[in-house]
């Protein structure tokens, strides 16, 4: 059976989908990929020369391995597996300076790029505010890697639930109650029968069943609907796009090791 994908929402940063003749095993293997194992690009180690600030070094480095970074995954490469074998190159690594004296609010559009394609999702962000007399100067690494390795590489804060089938066998007056107990009104009485007006923002709280007798709420597992927020400079779209990739890679490794055996 071949799964169908229906997009609901779409956004710059957020991405919500209908992933429908699938199961929760799926769901939730695709889910964690997509979390943990997109790889991106964050710093990797920092090199600082001064530092007066109110921070200390290891809070600063810090500060620089959590700024989410922008680029073209499609041109970079792991360090282990690229040609310079690790030494550190422009298809592998880019180095982000800072050089500013206080006072003054050091942010992340202060940074400069050895790679002008390659920069902070936000230029707003606070690194550290700097007082008379206070100066910060460092040269800060970013490589790919995956959130399994650290969490600053997560690629996407993703949920998922299943899609609501409602079914009222009660009476009208029951079927108005469950609408009143609705805490997001999304329920509504159609013909004499009850129904959801926007399936998708019912997160199956129950309270339509708890306050109304003949009243049934439940989750499809074949249906689910999943949200995507890139925290990444990745788009939602190539996450998931990414992570299917990956679930398939996956896959066939499995099925090749176990013709082997």
């Known amino acids: ?27 939730n293997s695709l889910r964690r990929i997509m979390i943990s194992e997109v790889p991106t690009l964050a710093v990797q180690w920092v090199d600082i020369h001064d530092n007066n600030s109110a921070l200390f070094d290891e809070i600063l480095s810090h500060r620089m391995g959590l700024i989410p970074l922008k680029f073209n995954p499609k041109k970079f490469e792991f360090t282990q597996d690229c040609k310079c074998k690790g030494k550190g190159c422009p298809i592998c690594q880019v180095v982000f300076i800072l050089h500013k004296k206080g006072p003054a609010l050091a942010i992340s559009g202060d940074l400069k790029s050895s790679d002008k394609s390659i920069s902070p999702t936000d230029p707003r962000i606070p690194i550290v505010e700097l007082l008379e007399g206070h100066a910060v100067k460092f040269e800060a690494v970013a490589r790919l890697g995956t959130g399994i390795q650290h969490a600053k590489h997560h690629a996407a804060n993703v949920s998922y639930n299943f899609y609501p089938k409602i079914t009222a066998k ?30 998708v923002k019912c997160d199956l709280c129950r309270l339509c069943m708890e306050n109304a007798e003949g009243v049934e709420i439940k989750g499809d597992e074949t249906r689910i609907i999943f949200r995507v927020e890139s925290i990444s400079g990745l788009e939602p779209e190539y996450v998931v796009s990414r992570a299917a990739e990956i679930l398939q890679e996956r896959t066939e490794e499995f099925n090749s090791k176990l013709k082997r055996i």
């Open 1 to 27: 059976m071949i799964m169908k994908v229906k997009i609901l929402n779409k956004m710059e940063k957020k991405l919500d989908f209908l992933l429908e003749d699938t199961d929760p095993a799926f769901a």
């Open 170 to 199: 009660g009476s009208k007056a029951d079927m108005q109650k469950a609408v009143k107990a609705c805490p997001k009104g999304i329920l509504s009485v159609q013909g004499g029968k009850l129904v959801l007006k926007d399936p």
